[in-house]
């Protein structure tokens, strides 16, 4: 009699069948984080009509007017809207990038006393909601009439070059801890002072966190609303945000339609912000600011 010996399944099977389950469980994911933008984009080439009567995905009649309403809905181009946020987010990028570079540089590798209580201090104020600083800062800002005055983004974009993040100033010196102090005394015996060790050392190792804030900065600036809906009361000095909230009015009669079209485009530098400083900010997480 012949003994049978089982057939072992192959060394490949449970490994790709992993691979599968774990390709559509990330296929689930990717549905559910891309529904809304689908569904917005969907929602924003319907008619009036339409929108309130189909929840569908995709629209029974195409209707592309949207944009061009939306665009020119106001007495103001809506591009105008455009341009003061991208002008309110890039200024933003350059404040907390230079400020919180250098606060952060003076917390992580500068020795001063009282540094620890000062840190503590600023770490502290990452517990305090922006909804409760916000009525003393209109309040000061109000004292020194930088709100409606002539540039009204003042408000918006002093604090910025003033290092009030705190959460990039710690996310930065997080970072720069991590760099070797070897390399600041070898400066030093080079002959560099603090600023020369800031400017040739420091500043060129902390690409990644600056990649990161620019990241962020941007995103949060374009995409924030309660901050530009206090400080800015002109129609034409409105922000993206804050002038979608106009095709909305106390008669409670909407443009649906051209809101979700405006509110498609305004997603579009956002994007591309990311996407363009993407590949930088994955490098510097790889190689963690340091290159051998």
């Known amino acids: 009699m012949v003994a049978v010996t089982p057939r072992r399944p192959a060394a490949g099977v449970r490994p790709r069948g992993r691979s599968v389950v774990r390709l559509l469980v990330l296929l689930v994911i990717l549905a559910v984080v891309l529904y809304p933008l689908v569904w917005m984009l969907g929602t924003s080439v319907k008619s009036q009509q339409e929108i309130a009567s189909n929840i569908g995905l995709l629209p029974e009649r195409f209707t592309p007017g949207n944009y061009t309403e939306g665009w020119g809905n106001f007495d103001v181009s809506f591009g105008r809207f455009f341009l003061n946020s991208a002008m309110v987010s890039l200024l933003t990028v350059v404040g907390n990038a230079v400020s919180c570079l250098l606060a952060a540089y003076a917390f992580a590798r500068l020795r001063f006393r009282l540094r620890g209580v000062w840190f503590a201090v600023m770490i502290g104020t990452l517990l305090l909601p922006g909804h409760v600083l916000i009525v003393p800062q209109y309040i000061l800002f109000r004292s020194l009439g930088l709100v409606g005055g002539e540039w009204p983004y003042l408000p918006l974009l002093v604090p910025q070059f003033l290092a009030t993040e705190a ?3 710690f996310l930065m010196v997080q970072f720069m ?3 070797p102090r070897e390399l600041d005394e070898a400066a030093k015996i080079d002959g560099a002072n603090a600023f020369g060790i800031f400017r040739h050392v420091i500043l060129p190792l902390s690409r990644p966190a600056l990649v990161t804030t620019a990241i962020f900065s941007f995103i949060w600036t374009w995409n924030d609303f309660f901050r530009q809906l206090v400080f800015l ?52 997480i790889n190689t963690s600011g340091l290159k051998g």
């Open 167 to 169: 959460f990039f100033v």
């Open 177 to 179: 801890r991590g760099i």
């Open 233 to 284: 009361s002109d129609l034409e000095d409105y922000t993206v945000p804050v002038a979608l909230t106009l095709f909305i009015d106390s008669t409670s009669q909407s443009a649906v339609g051209p809101m979700f079209a405006m509110s498609v485009l305004s997603l579009l530098p956002v994007f591309g912000f990311f996407v363009a400083f993407q590949r930088m900010l994955v490098e510097g």
